[in-house]
């Protein structure tokens, strides 16, 4: 058996000889020139450029077969400028066809490549001739089928531009390898580069490359992923006048905030645009994207519905969206009316550039809604973004135990917000909206308000200061807390002068409450206050600051009479101080004229003679008395005393 193998391996290491020598003598008398002007041809029949070579070219047929063009330049479709430049070439050549003086290029490696992609305003790029030709090459009977099958591309640069959406682009560190399609009709392409300074993992597969390269539907498969951002797109592609798609698309990110600005879009606002997850089936006309079957995600949010996004020389997004629980805090949750820690406004400026980014119009609904401390049911919202303006709608929203209606707009103007608000609370809690609205938790009930208001600033602040408009409320069945007027005007009403004890303290209960607001450049101004409650009533004049957030105000408070009893006790008061702790006092003036033992007094100074009696005797009672003004006067003074000194005991 042994000595069979021998005998066996002889012929089969002097063929292995025979064939290094031949190969050895091949390299010596191969026509260089010719294999030269060979693959020059077949890179020509695939590519449609021109090879330019401007370096040297280096000829290897054992151990390795090979060409290496050294400093190369492809171009075609006239242009003068290079589409591709090479700084190595290299031509890997099929080893049986060479032993038969046949030069079959096996695959090409471009070491460094310098990609130049161009495409003007009609749409037509630099690469439209190299396009054209590898259809037309591998088209089923075409006389120069594609002789090699790969390309493998090394440390690469590709540079795009596009005249008609002004934009540029550059990849860099570019290492992929396309399997082209000598055998089956598939072309694919896996790798990676470098984009705007982060690393992408690519791949892409086309099932009918002839077909797409013609502009026919063709399978496609495409995922790119990075650190900001991960995108897949399975589907099919077609390009007669436009780029179309149809089929899923997933992206996926944790942080779309940082995918946005990686992909050089401004995200809006400072809060929130964390995790991010989109699946729908997409269908892609051109610069428009058309989602439908749309399941999105972003920081917990899940809503589904369909969208529309279109880059035609500005973007826009359209969406119609349903969600179970929407938390809408993180996006608010930099934006503070009041200055952290303190009982000013914030004087922070705003940071208007979002408005002017993109322009959006979305219809939005969910069964609940969280807003900062506000806690909504179901609602139904609308948002129009469009020229830097926002406008948001609300058809219907459950909040405060009732109904709220309504539109708020933001216009920008350079630096300043214009913005306008008119909105209708229907049976609320007023506890409730009246803190979380303007800061007032003293009032409780149920009612209805209605505000119109316009302000121009570039802070809450500056919101405050130049704040017009009108707001009414309309209450019932409530209470004011602070005081207790009923039992403050009781006491009172007996003993004026007794003080009334603690005025801050307890509630004063009503049964209706009307209140009519007027705002001017900051200033509220009270045109119509009244309280109506079953023991008291009460009635507001005066002004409130909003800049300062101070109350000026007074006041009449009075006992409810008995039918065809005499009039109620009445006493002025005053509201004075800030609006989270105001101070509200009786008018002291009214409590002195009421009281039974200091009325007829106040009534008698008034009187000059009486006056001037009870000041003389309070003179003397003090020692206060003025000194005589002459000697020869102060004898008649000095008798009584001397006298009433000399009374006996």
């Not at 938390?327 to 009982?343: E, K, M, V």
């Not at 139904?380 to 708020?408: C, D, H, K, P, V």
Request: glycine content about 10%; charged content about 20%.
């Amino acid at each position: 058996m042994a000595q069979g193998i021998k005998r066996l391996g002889m012929p089969v290491a002097a063929f292995i000889g025979l064939v290094l020598f031949g190969l050895i003598a091949m390299s010596w008398f191969l026509n260089r020139d010719a294999l030269r002007e060979a693959v020059e041809a077949q890179i020509r029949a695939v590519t449609g450029l021109d090879l330019v070579v401007k370096g040297n070219i280096d000829v290897s047929v054992f151990p390795g077969s090979y060409v290496s063009f050294h400093d190369v330049g492809l171009k075609g479709g006239g242009t003068a400028d290079p589409a591709l430049s090479v700084d190595v070439l290299t031509a890997n050549l099929r080893l049986l066809p060479l032993l038969l003086q046949r030069f079959e290029i096996a695959d090409v490696m471009m070491l460094r490549p310098h990609i130049h992609v161009v495409r003007d305003a009609d749409g037509d790029s630099n690469w439209t001739p190299f396009i054209q030709t590898i259809a037309r090459t591998m088209k089923p009977g075409a006389d120069n089928q594609v002789s090699f099958s790969e390309i493998r591309i090394q440390d690469g640069v590709l540079a795009y531009e596009d005249a008609a959406n002004q934009l540029t682009e550059a990849l860099d560190d570019i290492d992929l390898s396309l399997a082209w399609p000598s055998i089956s009709r598939s072309f694919a392409a896996t790798g990676q580069f470098d984009w705007r300074g982060e690393r992408v993992d690519g791949s892409i597969s086309i099932s009918d490359f002839i077909a797409a390269l013609s502009g026919d539907r063709s399978g496609l498969k495409a995922r790119l992923a990075s650190a900001p951002l991960k995108l897949a797109f399975d589907g099919t592609v077609a390009d007669r006048t436009s780029m179309m798609m149809e089929g899923t698309l997933t992206i996926d990110s944790t942080s779309l905030r940082n995918a946005l600005r990686w992909t050089g879009q401004a995200p809006p606002g400072s809060g929130g645009f964390g995790r991010f997850a989109l699946k729908a089936r997409a269908n892609v006309v051109g610069a428009s994207i058309a989602l439908t079957n749309v399941n999105v995600e972003l920081d917990g949010n899940v809503a589904e519905g369909v969208m529309t996004y279109s880059n035609n020389g500005r973007q826009a997004l359209q969406a119609t969206l349903a969600a179970g629980a929407l938390d809408f805090t993180p996006y608010i949750s930099t934006f503070r009316l009041l200055a952290s820690g303190a009982h000013d406004w914030n004087r922070q400026l705003f940071d208007l550039n979002s408005l002017s980014t993109t322009d959006l119009d979305m219809r939005l609904s969910a069964a609940k809604l969280t807003v900062g401390p506000s806690k909504l049911g179901r609602t139904a919202l609308g948002a129009n973004l469009r020229n830097g303006t926002l406008a948001l709608s609300i058809g219907e929203a459950q909040i405060y135990g009732g109904i709220a209606r309504g539109s708020f707009g933001i216009a920008r103007s350079d630096a300043v917000a214009d913005v306008k608000a008119q909105l209708q609370f229907t049976d609320v809690d007023l506890q409730a909206c009246a803190s979380e609205l303007f800061g007032i938790t003293k009032l409780s009930g149920r009612g209805n308000l209605n505000v119109s208001l316009v302000a121009s600033g570039s802070s809450p602040f500056g919101l405050a200061q130049s704040l017009d408009g009108t707001a009414s409320l309309i209450g019932h069945d409530g209470a004011i807390a602070g005081f207790d007027a009923e039992q403050l005007l009781k006491r009172l009403e007996r003993r004026p002068l007794s003080g009334g004890g603690n005025f801050r303290s307890g509630s004063t209960p009503y049964d209706t409450l009307n209140v009519a607001v007027k705002f001017s450049e900051g200033i509220a101004t009270a045109e119509d206050v009244r309280v109506e409650g079953p023991a008291a009533r009460l009635t507001l004049t005066g002004t409130a600051s909003l800049p300062s957030r101070e109350y000026d105000l007074k006041g009449t408070a009075s006992l409810v009479s008995a039918p065809n009893g005499p009039p109620g006790f009445e006493l002025p008061f005053v509201v004075q101080g800030p609006w989270d702790d105001p101070l509200i006092f009786p008018d002291p003036d009214i409590l002195i004229r009421r009281s039974p033992a200091s009325a007829p007094l106040l009534d008698a100074v008034r009187d000059k003679k009486t006056r001037d009696a009870v000041q003389s005797v309070i003179e003397r009672l003090t020692g206060a008395a003025k000194k005589p003004a002459a000697p020869d006067a102060a004898a008649p003074a000095s008798a009584p005393v001397a006298a009433d000194t000399a009374k006996p005991n």
